[in-house]
């Protein structure tokens, strides 16, 4: 297919999966009708953490069914949804447990709701706490119902089965990596630069890329040999992605990623650059600049460059490319179909495509 005939396809299972989340959210919304207008809120709150997105998870279940020859569209448009879901569970309760009250320059669930708090006139402890508190619900009624979606698919047994294992891998492997994340974040020493890459593998390449595919290969009634081959290919591509993303919370454009390329430094991240930079001697210059709540954009250009000359910027680039070149190379496999290759590699190239 050319470019234009991926975009069309693309798009098609975009609008599936939109689909059963419309369906999902006005069923919930009218059954909480029943419990109150503030209910209904929430529900019309969590529902608008979901639209927008680029239904990234979703395209990787649905990609793997359909090479792989499934044809009940619908059935994967759920197991893609449940994914879907699940990311939103997941970046709710990240947010609450990094006290962000903003994503992507608005204000997320916590964020709206202690605002509207404030402005009722409560003081800040308090507005805050309403704010965590509702996104704390939002996020369980997403959690939880990203299961009931794989239920609902209306598929054998044996493969529900199957995927609700699938989910739980995703689930229990995303919440070991936000634990580590959290240790990260409180603890004075930087990581060494494997420890920070087996963290982003469980926190987010698990049920990104690893879960979503291996799903979608489940489903499309795949070998074991398959679907252990997509685990891999999942493992590798999403460890490439999540460096190029910290690369680009650093030395990416705002205009196009839609995120500040401060936050990461002010927040003192533990990522592949910064884990690097401490083994230079140029490390002494930006030490105590990583982590600076007030870091002005002038220190954050002088971060930048030194994170540039001592090196760690092409060192993470070159290791985003290997990881990237190995999840190719599990693509070579004899026992991986062309359709699913032909899928498979346009994903490598845009992942590694985002940083030149």
Same mark, same amino acid.
């Given at each position: 297919?050319d470019?234009?005939q ?19 959210? %006005?069923?919930s919304?009218?059954?909480?009708? /029943? ?7 929430? #529900?019309?709150? *969590? ?9 990234f ?7 793997a ?5 499934? &044809? ?14 699940l990311? &939103? ?20 669930? %916590?964020?709206?709701?202690?605002d ?16 965590? +508190? ?11 119902? +990203? ?19 699938v ?6 492997a995303?919440? /070991? ?22 963290m982003?593998? *469980? ?12 799903a ?10 398959v ?6 290919f ?13 690369l680009?919370?650093?030395?990416? *454009? ?28 140029? #490390? ?11 870091? %002005? ?31 190719l ?12 290759r032909?899928?498979?590699?346009p994903?490598?190239d /845009? ?6």
């Amino acid at each position: 297919m050319d470019g234009s005939q991926l975009l069309a396809v693309s798009q098609e299972r975009q609008a599936q999966v939109d689909a059963v989340l419309e369906r999902f959210f %006005s069923l919930s919304k009218n059954r909480a009708a /029943a419990f109150g207008p503030q209910y209904v809120q929430l #529900w019309e709150a *969590l529902e608008s953490n979901t639209i927008g997105g680029k239904r990234f998870r979703p395209r990787m279940v649905m990609a793997a069914y359909q090479a792989l020859g499934g &044809t009940d569209i619908e059935a994967a448009a759920y197991v893609g949804a449940a994914f879907e879901l699940l990311h &939103t569970a997941l970046i709710v309760h990240d947010d609450v447990i990094d006290h962000d009250f903003s994503r992507r320059g608005v204000p997320n669930i %916590s964020g709206s709701y202690r605002d509207a708090a404030a402005a009722s006139g409560s003081s800040e402890r308090v507005a805050e706490h309403s704010g965590i +508190s509702a996104a704390v619900i939002a996020g369980d009624l997403a959690l939880f119902n +990203s299961y009931r979606l794989i239920d609902r698919t209306g598929v054998a047994d044996v493969t529900r089965s199957r995927l609700l294992e699938v989910m739980d891998d995703a689930l229990f492997a995303s919440a /070991a990596g936000e634990l580590i994340d959290v240790d990260f974040s409180i603890n004075f020493d930087m990581p060494r630069v494997d420890d920070i890459l087996h963290m982003e593998r *469980l926190k987010t390449a698990v049920y990104s890329f690893e879960c979503p595919l291996q799903a979608g290969a489940i489903l499309a009634g795949a070998s074991e040999e398959v679907v252990a081959t997509l685990g891999d290919f999942g493992r590798e591509i999403g460890i490439a992605y999540q460096i190029v993303d910290d690369l680009l919370g650093v030395f990416g *454009l705002e205009a196009e990623t839609g995120k500040t390329t401060v936050g990461d430094l002010r927040e003192g991240k533990r990522t592949v650059l910064v884990s690097y930079a401490t083994s230079t001697p140029e #490390w002494a210059t930006i030490g105590e600049l990583i982590g600076k709540a007030d870091l %002005s954009d002038a220190e954050a250009d002088s971060v930048r460059a030194v994170l540039t000359s001592c090196g760690a910027k092409s060192f993470a680039e070159g290791l985003a490319r290997y990881y990237g070149n190995r999840a190719l190379a599990r693509l070579a496999e004899p026992h991986i179909p062309p359709a699913l290759r032909a899928e498979l590699h346009p994903v490598a190239d /845009a992942v590694l495509g985002r940083v030149k």
